[in-house]
Nanobody, 123 residues
Framework: QVQLVEYGGGLVQAGGSLRLSCAASGLTFRRYAMGWFRQAPGKEREFVAAIRWSGGSTAYADSVKGRFTISRDNALNTVYLQMNSLKPEDTAVHYC????????????????WGQGTQVTVSS
């Protein structure tokens, strides 16, 4: 059974930082591209960042480029999202997904999802 578990969310002031982690089990992690998406209330799930299976290539949404960094550790079956210079508009539930193609910027490109972790940025 495939499981993706996100953690590291929380409440932070604008300008602060958070590091999200997503631990995967039940799949051959090194074969999957990983992505981070987010969904704010009343909005669709939107792409944040993705990373190739090898970690050698990354992709970002324009809204987070230069502030967020995606990385992975295939030995630990974990993908990370370092979020710096956070803004109130970053407030959302953040999800990680696993898929076989890179880069996929839409949710339908991912086969497995975690349950999400809430990120709230106060102004």
């Amino acid at each position: 059974q495939v499981q993706l578990v996100e953690y590291g969310g929380g409440l932070v002031q604008a300008g602060g930082s958070l590091r999200l982690s997503c631990a995967a089990s039940g799949l051959t992690f090194r074969r999957y591209a990983m992505g981070w998406f987010r969904q704010a209330p009343g909005k669709e799930r939107e792409f944040v960042a993705a990373i190739r299976w090898s970690g050698g290539s990354t992709a970002y949404a324009d809204s987070v480029k230069g502030r967020f960094t995606i990385s992975r550790d295939n030995a630990l079956n974990t993908v990370y999202l370092q979020m710096n210079s956070l803004k109130p508009e970053d407030t959302a539930v953040h999800y990680c997904g696993a898929g076989l193609q890179f880069p996929r910027r839409t949710p339908d490109g991912y086969d497995y999802w975690g349950q999400g972790t809430q990120v709230t940025v106060s102004s």
